[in-house]
């Protein structure tokens, strides 16, 4: 089956660590992109890519840093420059990436501070 | 600016019961897209319905209508004989740009 895969599901951060969340769609789509999801507040974008090697800011994206080498892959890294990483961070993809387009959604990863 | 208003932080009723999900928007662009989805606990969000801002008609699937209003910048959902399937968080979402703006949610419970 088509879908998006984000592994893990659960993900714990020591202070001063990096960590990786992963994202894998094979539905072919061009268009993928990072959310971040806090109680109360709805999706936040975070980063978002169109092509291969190619990415752009969202709106919350200091602390954040993404990689597109491949189509099918996007990996999100939270950087210890993030004060604030404890969220539920789900990845998308669209088709091509027009603004019509509904956006197909991975199962997420709760991140947690330890 | 573009926004995405939900009053509603969350919602109870009982099952059979009808409800409306309450969705106002604010955008500048005259050529904008409207969607609906829908958050189960599972987390992954579920398309429901995309609107363009030049159709106003109104639609229904099943249970599920949508009220479009450009004159009020409202797109309204309703679920009819809500059912304990249908707990979960809905999303009201705008496209002006290439970016999505989301609303702060719904949470929809049905009790049996």
């Known amino acids: 089956d088509g879908g998006i895969t984000q592994s893990p599901k659960y993900l714990f951060r020591k202070e001063g660590q990096n960590v990786t969340l992963s994202c894998e769609q094979n539905?072919?789509?061009?268009?993928m992109y990072w959310y971040r999801q806090d109680p109360g507040q709805g999706l936040r974008l975070i980063y978002y890519s169109q092509i291969v090697n190619d990415f752009q800011k969202g709106d919350i994206a200091e602390g954040y840093s993404v990689s597109r080498e491949k189509k099918e892959s996007f990996p999100l890294t939270v950087t210890s420059a993030q004060k604030n990483p404890t969220a539920f961070y789900l990845c998308?993809?669209?088709?091509?990436?027009?603004?019509?387009?509904?956006?197909?959604f991975g199962s997420g990863t709760q991140l947690s501070v330890l | 600016a573009q926004k995405v208003t939900q009053a509603q932080t969350e919602i109870s009723v009982v099952e059979k019961e009808d409800v409306t999900l309450d969705c106002v928007y604010e955008?500048?662009?005259?050529?904008?897209?409207l969607f609906w989805y829908k958050q189960p606990p599972s987390g992954e969000l579920v398309f429901l319905i995309r609107r363009n801002s030049f159709d106003e008609q109104n639609e229904i699937s099943g249970r599920y209508s949508w009220n479009f209003q450009k004159s009020t910048s409202s797109f309204n959902f309703t679920i009819t004989a809500s059912q304990v399937v249908d707990s979960a968080v809905y999303f009201c979402a705008l496209t002006p740009h290439n970016d999505m703006r989301f609303g702060a949610g719904t949470r929809l419970t049905v009790k049996p």
């Open positions: 955008t500048r662009d005259t050529t904008y897209y």
């Open positions: 998308a993809s669209s088709s091509v990436g027009r603004v019509e387009e509904k956006l197909f």
């Open positions: 539905l072919n789509h061009d268009a």
